[in-house]
């Protein structure tokens, strides 16, 4: 009888890169800890080192006399947000992003309803082209294209004209809610300008919630003898609301720290951002800066915790 032989052990293979590739098939956790690293470097460092370092500028002060930082620490900057000037500025931007919040979401949810149980085929194709579409085109030039719009000579007067409406235009700019001589210079502009812009963003998110939402549920509620109304409130919205939530992450959040739309469409009065650019730039005030910049991460830190509970991450 012919003796059988082993089978041959194939060789490692050859070279610095062979030698890599056999110790990353030994051990995997190796190969996801190096993959890891340069992100959480580049976080760790710039982005979080970046927020340390602002949240350390506003606890030093400025002082009256020479203008120079005083870096001893102190809440006397943070004390500076509770004069009247400056406590104005922050419960300005909370109010316009919560009323672009609640707009963007009364606006949102039957778009993203026709999309969710109607759209099919290619009209869900249109849809999604049609809400991704705006977000293709520069930012700032759909921000200055709606301050034409917006302007005494814009289209919208001249509909306002022709529709012997500008009797109603005239009094809602002579208000002090909405103030400014112009649409392209007052708070309504702001909140359309701002609605225009964070509305996709609450699109999607609905959209998404509102999909999971089986159809049978919708069907019960009707057979079971209930109205349009209650169907609604008792079960779609409930359903719907992590999506409306995760929707408003991004138009609370990105209402509250922008600073190009209350700048080019906006009145005197400053929101945070355009705050924090004046106080860093022209006062030279840093610390008050930085102090400035910390209240959206609180409130957007306190947001989140909210939102979490109610399931909204589900949603993203």
Excluded: C
């Excluded at 992003?97 to 993203?112: C, E, K």
């Excluded at 998404?208 to 008792?234: K, M, W």
């Excluded at 009145?267 to 705050?275: D, E």
Aim: proline share 6%.
């Amino acid at each position: 009888m012919t003796a059988i032989s082993p089978p041959a052990i194939a060789p490692g293979r050859p070279g610095l890169m062979g030698r890599l590739s056999d110790l990353f098939w030994r051990r995997p956790n190796l190969l996801l800890i190096l993959m890891l690293v340069p992100p959480l470097l580049w976080l760790g460092i710039i982005y979080v080192g970046s927020l340390f370092a602002l949240l350390l500028q506003s606890f030093f002060s400025i002082d009256d006399f020479s203008g120079l930082i005083n870096y001893e620490f102190t809440l006397a900057t943070y004390r500076q947000l509770l004069h009247p000037a400056n406590f104005d500025i922050i419960a300005r931007t909370l109010l316009m992003a919560g009323a672009v919040t609640l707009a963007s979401a009364v606006i949102a949810f039957p778009i993203a309803y026709f999309a969710a149980r109607y759209a099919r085929g290619k009209w869900k194709a249109v849809f999604y082209l049609g809400i991704m579409l705006p977000l293709w085109s520069s930012y700032l030039v759909k921000v200055y294209a709606w301050k034409l719009i917006l302007a005494k000579e814009g289209i919208l007067t001249w509909i306002f004209e022709k529709l012997h409406l500008s009797w109603l235009l005239d009094g809602l700019l002579a208000t002090p809610v909405i103030g400014g001589s112009s649409l392209s210079i007052s708070y309504i502009g702001t909140f359309i300008v701002f609605v225009y812009v964070w509305l996709p963003f609450m699109i999607l998110p609905t959209q998404a919630a509102l999909e999971r939402v089986p159809g049978n549920l919708i069907e019960a509620s009707g057979d079971l003898g209930a109205r349009p109304g209650q169907t609604f409130r008792h079960v779609l919205f409930p359903l719907a609301l992590p999506g409306i939530i995760a929707g408003s992450i991004f138009t609370f959040s990105l209402t509250m720290g922008d600073y190009i739309v209350p700048q080019i469409i906006g009145t005197s009065r400053l929101f945070i951002g355009q705050a924090v650019y004046a106080q860093q730039g022209t006062a030279g005030n840093i610390p008050l800066a930085a102090a400035f910049s910390v209240v959206p991460i609180v409130i957007m830190g306190i947001y989140l915790t909210i939102a979490k509970r109610m399931g909204a991450f589900n949603a993203l």
